[in-house]
């Protein structure tokens, strides 16, 4: 693959959690990996119409008041063309 080729792929990495995973934490989580994989979220509602569309799942384990909780959720990876 030509380095021209490269910079026309775009990584993403979609949190279900946007209460922890700010636009800042993403962007640092995310540069461990490569520079161009980029992190976003969105609200609940959003991401609900999101994982749906990919059939993919989470839950947020969470208990009134506590700043420690669980999220379960899947895990795929897609490959989209320019085309979709």
């Excluded at 922890?20 to 979220?41: A, C, M, Q, W």
């Excluded at 990919?54 to 990876?77: C, L, P, Q, T, W």
């Amino acid at each position: 693959m030509t380095e021209k080729e490269r910079k026309k792929v775009q990584g993403m990495l979609v949190s279900v959690d946007p209460e922890r995973d700010t636009p800042e934490t993403l962007k640092e989580y995310t540069s461990y990996f490569h520079s161009n994989i980029i992190g976003v979220t969105g609200s609940h509602d959003e991401l609900r119409k999101i994982v749906s569309l990919y059939r993919s799942d989470f839950e947020i384990e969470n208990e009134e008041g506590k700043d420690n909780y669980s999220v379960a959720h899947m895990s795929f990876v897609y490959v989209i063309d320019p085309q979709g």
